[in-house]
């Protein structure tokens, strides 16, 4: 994340995340091409390819997800989980068949309150539930993916 | 002399580039190569280019600068071509085709958007969810695992992991399709789940960041979205 100081004006609005860094593969991987052109030769192009997925197949991202499990505190950090099931349905199950359609068809849960509140549909006593649940969990709307970003580097 | 082209654009464009600077260390002024209806930005080609912030940034801002005032075909960093005739040349047999295009692309905006989930989180729920990988956490952490056990609870988690990503991924992705003219989704780095790419008209603007913003609130803690743009369409040309 070398590249991250950028102060573009409308180009981030997202609060504090890189910017450029973000948009590099598009500036330098997509965009027009003329074949006439030529494309000057671009040393340490590569050195920002090699960012790669982190789930791959391979016993070294296995005993690595294995290690982070082991280290897991399960019992005293329960608050993560309940906030995921609120996104992504009480439909899972841990059979591997269902794991994907069940999650999957809890986003699309998810995507449909979220048009109905997008679209103003629902006023304050239309939205379900969990809608009002999480706005009082984070009263500031605006400001929420700024301080998540920031605590996230601070930790 | 060689120059480095930016962008392609109608002349009719208000092209305000004063105050820009083209890449290389020289930072040479901008300047317009007109063909027909069409106008390519350039400026002097720098002896030496290299990818780094300075010239990647300086390449972006004209791109943001045309963009804020109409349509713009962005080209991708790096391009020279011989000298000015060149570049006219181009811009007069092929004036169909980026014509074309300027038309196609008339009134949209490219937003891209990431997307990464804590992954202690991610492996909490997983634990959660699956008795067996729970069993297989336990046994370790007692002692009394057989030799395989870590590579065997890695592999199961990581095949979940990899499930609920993508699913999470298809279902922004569905969430987010009805306000888009176009996507482009391309494979995700690091930690990040998502990495895709909207072509989002004028008139579907406000409704797609309204419901971009409300899906990143409805996630909730534990996941960052990254949101860039208006961007030009690099990733619809």
């Known amino acids: ?155 | 002399m060689a120059v480095y082209i930016y962008s392609i654009t109608f002349k009719d464009h208000p092209l305000r580039l004063d105050g820009l600077e083209g890449v290389g260390a020289s930072a040479s002024p901008l300047r317009t190569v007109t063909a027909g209806p069409l106008c390519a930005v350039v400026s002097d080609a720098p002896e030496e280019l290299r990818p780094k912030r300075r010239d990647i940034g300086r390449h972006q801002e004209v791109q943001q600068r045309l963009l804020a005032d109409g349509t713009v075909l962005p080209l991708r960093f790096g391009y020279t071509a011989p000298d000015e005739d060149t570049v006219k040349q181009t811009l007069e047999e092929r004036g169909d085709e980026f014509a074309d295009r300027l038309r196609l692309l008339e009134g949209c905006v490219e937003y891209n958007l990431k997307a990464s989930q804590d992954e202690e989180m991610l492996l909490r729920e997983i634990l959660t969810d699956s008795e067996q990988a729970r069993q297989l956490n336990d046994d370790i952490r007692a002692g009394t695992a057989a030799p395989d056990t870590a590579v065997r609870l890695g592999e199961m988690v990581a095949n979940e992991v990899r499930a609920r990503q993508e699913a999470l991924a298809s279902g922004v992705i569905e969430a987010l399709r009805p306000f888009a003219r176009e996507i482009d989704s391309s494979p995700p780095t690091g930690t990040d789940f998502l990495n895709v790419s909207f072509l989002v008209s004028d008139e579907q603007d406000e409704l797609f960041l309204a419901t971009e913003l409300s899906l990143a609130h409805q996630m909730g803690e534990g996941f960052e979205f990254r949101l860039n743009g208006p961007l030009p369409p690099y990733s619809f040309i």
Not at chain 1, 1 to 12: E, I, Y
């Open chain 1, 1 to 155: 994340m070398t590249m991250v100081p950028q102060s573009s004006g409308n180009l981030a609005r997202s609060g504090g995340s890189g910017t450029l860094y973000d948009v590099l593969e598009l500036i330098l991987d997509r965009g027009l091409v003329i074949d006439v052109f030529i494309r000057v030769s671009l040393v340490g192009i590569e050195i920002l390819k090699i960012d790669i997925r982190i789930v791959v197949a391979s016993v070294d991202t296995y005993l690595r997800f294995a290690e982070a499990c082991n280290r897991l505190d399960l019992e005293s950090g329960n608050k993560a989980p309940s906030k995921l099931t609120d996104i992504v349905g009480d439909t899972l199950e841990s059979g591997a068949k269902g794991k994907s359609k069940g999650a999957l068809s809890g986003a699309a849960e998810a995507v449909t309150d979220t048009i109905r509140g997008v679209t103003g549909k629902g006023d304050d006593e239309d939205e379900p539930e969990e809608e009002t649940t999480e706005r009082r969990r984070r009263p500031a709307k605006r400001s929420s993916r700024r301080e998540r970003s920031t605590s996230r580097a601070e930790e």
